[in-house]
C-alpha cells in the first residue's frame, strides 16, 4: 500500500513538473498564427508585418493561416475547438467580437474570446472623390443636416467599425446620411470612385492606398497620423471620435495562464520594436499595447462605446 502511494506521489510530481517546464520552455515550437479574413486585408498586413520581429522575439516560426467567412465568425466559432497548448493564435477584430453576437447567433458569444494582447487599430476615416464639391468636413455635414438622408456613404458590412463611425458622426454632427453596406473596403472603395456613393467611412490604410483618387475629410485618431500629417483629426474638428478596427490575438480559451501571459509578453516585445512600430506608422495603422492583464478593462470600454450606438443600428445590447 505505501509502495503504491509512494508511487501516485511520484507520478503526480513528475506530471506537475513536466507541466511546469513545458510551460517554461514555452514557446519550443513553431506557432500557428490564424487569420480569420482572407489574404491581402488589414489583419493579414498587420500579421506579416509581426511575423519577423515575434520569429525573432519567440525563437520559433510563425506559420500564418487563413480561415475566412461569415466576418471573420467562422473562424471564432472555431477558436475553442483548437488546441489549447499556447501554440494556435487567432487574430481577434473589434467591433466585430462584440457586434455580431449581439445582432445573431454567430456560433459563439464575446465572452468565448480570450484575448491575450491588442496590438494596433486603423481608424476609420472619411473619403470623398478627390473630385467631390466636399472640401472639408464641414461642407458634408453642412449637406447632410440641409439633405436629411441623401448623403450617401458606403462601408465594409453592416454591424462594422465602419458603420458603428458613419451612426456616431450621425448621432455627434446632428444629422441623417444612408449608410450603404458593402463586403469589404475593395468594394466599397470601387463604388465610391465609381460614383455610386458620395461619400465612404473606411480605414486610414485604404485611404493611404487610394492616394490622390481620394480625400481625406477626417480620421478617428487622438492625434493626427504620422503618413497622413494634412489629414485632421474628428477631435480637432469638435467631434469626439476616436476608433476603427482594433486588432489582437486570442487564444483557445483551455490554453493555460501563464502560457497567455508569455505570448501577451512576447508580443508586447515586438510592440516595442521601433523598426515594427515604424512600420506600421507608414503604413497607416496606430500601434497600441493592450496586454494580457489590461485586456478586461479594455474590452468593457470599448463594449460601452459601442453599446452607445448599437441601439441606433437596430441592435438590441441585450441579447449579448
Do not use: C
Not at 469589404?184 to 467611412?201: C, D, E, K
Amino acid at each position: 500500500m505505501r509502495m503504491k502511494t509512494l508511487l501516485s506521489t511520484a507520478v503526480f510530481a513528475f506530471a506537475l513538473s513536466a507541466g511546469v517546464a513545458s510551460a517554461q520552455d514555452y514557446p519550443s515550437k513553431p506557432l500557428n498564427y490564424i487569420i480569420p479574413f482572407n489574404a491581402g486585408g488589414e489583419s493579414d498586413v498587420a500579421a506579416r508585418f509581426q511575423q519577423p520581429y515575434l520569429e525573432e522575439a519567440a525563437g520559433q516560426n510563425v506559420v500564418i493561416q487563413y480561415i475566412s467567412g461569415a466576418g471573420g465568425a467562422q473562424a471564432w466559432s472555431q477558436l475553442n475547438g483548437m488546441e489549447a497548448d499556447g501554440y494556435t493564435m487567432m487574430g481577434s477584430n473589434l467591433p466585430h467580437i462584440i457586434l455580431q453576437p449581439m445582432a445573431q447567433d454567430v456560433g459563439y458569444k464575446t465572452e468565448d474570446i480570450t484575448n491575450v494582447y491588442f496590438f494596433q487599430y486603423t481608424p476609420d476615416a472619411l473619403l470623398v472623390p478627390a473630385d467631390s464639391d466636399f472640401k472639408t468636413l464641414e461642407d458634408f455635414v453642412n449637406y447632410a443636416k440641409e439633405n436629411p438622408g441623401a448623403a450617401t456613404v458606403a462601408g465594409s458590412a453592416t454591424n462594422s467599425a465602419n458603420h458603428v463611425a458613419a451612426t456616431k458622426l450621425n448621432e455627434l454632427a446632428g444629422i441623417q446620411t444612408t449608410y450603404i453596406p458593402f463586403s469589404g473596403t475593395s468594394p466599397s472603395m470601387t463604388a465610391l470612385l465609381g460614383g455610386q456613393v458620395q461619400g465612404a467611412f473606411s480605414y486610414s490604410t485604404a485611404a493611404l492606398n487610394q492616394g490622390d483618387q481620394v480625400r481625406v475629410l477626417a480620421v478617428a485618431a487622438e492625434e493626427r497620423l504620422p503618413a497622413l500629417p494634412d489629414t485632421p483629426t474628428f477631435k480637432e474638428l469638435g467631434y469626439d471620435m476616436v476608433g476603427g478596427a482594433y486588432r489582437g490575438v486570442a487564444v483557445p480559451s483551455g490554453t493555460p495562464e501563464d502560457v497567455r501571459t508569455k505570448l501577451s509578453d512576447l508580443l508586447g516585445e515586438v510592440n516595442a520594436n521601433p523598426e515594427f512600430k515604424k512600420k506600421m506608422e507608414d503604413a497607416g495603422f496606430v500601434v497600441i499595447s493592450v496586454p494580457y492583464s489590461e485586456v478586461p478593462a479594455f474590452m468593457e470600454e470599448r463594449k460601452a462605446q459601442y453599446d452607445s450606438v448599437a441601439k441606433i443600428m437596430g441592435i438590441e445590447t441585450s441579447s449579448n
